[in-house]
């Protein structure tokens, strides 16, 4: 079993922002689906390739992330090497994506509460750059909407952040990581 979760905050004020990136990446992937909600996140289950997949868009807000994480890991038993989360990332231009493990929460607050709440770093991350302007708070910048030109380099990604999620299994994520890092 595999659990994906994509991060965001919930709410139409915050569609379309860069920290809304994981939000962004499922809703493309699954399309119109009927979400369920649980444990104060929305989740859907599938089969991909014969594997049952979770798709989860915690609605805590970014920075309580890591709880919602945990009870979904905790109920349906999911080891720490099944789950793949899917981010924005300051420090990569906008629209790069980058496969990592075992990496620091590098600054982004959901990440860092994951960690804390699953005790471990030692879980897959899809890192989808966003880039950073210098001159605007960080948090006003990450909450800021997405302009038409860099939402179209992220739509470029698309195909690939969609392949990842199909092509993901811990076993193979040194070789995920060299076809598309």
Known sequence: MKLIVGLGNPGKEYEKTRHNIGFMCLDNYLGSVKWSSKFNGLYYETNIHGEKYIFVKPQSYMNLSGGVVRQYVDYFNIPIENILVIQDDLDLPVGKIRLKINSSAGGHNGIKDII??????????????????????????????????????????????????????????????????
């Not at 879980?123 to 030109?149: C, M, N, P």
């Not at 199909?166 to 193979?172: G, K, R």
């Open 116 to 181: 804390a709440n699953l005790g471990t770093n030692e879980f897959a991350r899809l890192k989808v750059g966003v880039s950073q302007d210098r001159s605007v708070d960080t948090k006003d910048y990450v909450l800021g909407k997405i302009g038409k030109e860099d939402l179209n380099k992220i739509v470029d990604k698309y195909k690939d952040i969609n392949k990842i999620i199909e092509e993901f299994d811990y076993t193979q994520i040194n070789e995920l990581m060299g076809k598309y890092n």
